[in-house]
């Protein structure tokens, strides 16, 4: 389904406007299917409906976004940290061997 013909509506944008999805093959990043003239009708009338209501669950999806990416950028220094105590250890190990066996 297009609005406008610009973008396609996903099934969750769909189902978040109408509380269900006619869509037969289901994912919400998919576009959705299914839609009659009147149920694209009422979708743009709630739509409309509901704007600011739209605008923070978009919001709040951008915010997530932020926070995955934070997280992701923390999880990488910490593989890096990791990795380089890894090191550490190893090479105190090797070290305190030699001692051991000279």
Not at 29 to 36: A, K, Y
Not at 55 to 80: H, M, P, T, V, Y
Not at 86 to 99: R, T, W
């Amino acid at each position: 389904m297009k609005i406008h013909g610009k973008y396609e509506v996903t099934q969750e944008q769909y189902e978040v406007v109408m509380g269900s999805n006619p869509s037969s093959f289901k994912g919400p990043r998919l576009p959705v299917t299914n839609v009659s003239l009147e149920d694209y009708q009422e979708f743009i009338k709630r739509l409309n409906s509901n704007k600011d209501e739209i605008l923070k669950l978009e919001l709040q999806e951008f915010e997530l976004e932020g926070k995955i990416q934070s997280a992701e950028c923390n999880l990488e220094d910490l593989r890096k940290e990791l990795s380089r105590l890894s090191e550490k250890i190893y090479n105190q190990q090797l070290k305190n061997y030699k001692l051991i066996n000279l």
